[in-house]
């Protein structure tokens, strides 16, 4: 398994659930993921919002996609590491241009400061299925580092 089957499953099932910590208190709570590509996994989120606090004050965070398979069984693949938070205006337009709706919300321009866009740029990632259920320290891990941001991201845009 190889970061590219990771980044095609992210893509592929763009719904996940995304933890985070206040405190001692772990959140959880539905996410949309923007894109992944080789420079890690995009979101965006409201600067106005607990789980933008949350990730500014830890920036560890994980994230569990979920494929549905046959007879209610299927594929999982979490991601864990650290985010960090990215102030570019040309992928804020490209996302705005991609996600319309936020227009709507009130963040409906790139440099409005209640846009916030992160990534996961480095982090360790595994599959796990009903086969691997009682196997857990076996599971085969990806670890990955993104390269440094530049403004030409490949996946977007």
Not at 31 to 45: K, Q, R
Request: net charge negative; charged share 25%.
């Amino acid at each position: 398994m190889g970061f590219q089957e990771c980044i095609d499953f992210a893509n592929a099932n763009q719904s996940c659930w995304l933890a985070t910590t206040d405190g001692d208190q772990p959140h959880v709570r539905g996410f949309m993921m923007w894109f992944a590509d080789e420079s890690g996994f995009y979101f965006h989120t409201g600067a106005s919002k607990s789980v933008y606090r949350q990730l500014k004050a830890n920036p560890k965070i994980e994230v569990c996609y979920f494929a549905s398979g046959t007879q209610g069984v299927g594929r999982m693949m979490r991601v864990m590491g650290e985010i960090e938070f990215i102030d570019d205006m040309p992928l804020k337009t490209a996302l705005l241009a991609d996600r319309p709706f936020l227009k709507e919300i009130g963040t409906g321009m790139p440099n409005d400061p209640l846009l916030a866009v992160f990534r996961i740029a480095r982090g360790e990632i595994h599959f796990w299925t009903m086969e691997d259920n009682m196997h857990e320290s076996e599971i085969e891990r990806v670890r990955f580092e993104a390269p440094q941001l530049t403004t030409d991201i490949p996946g977007c845009c």
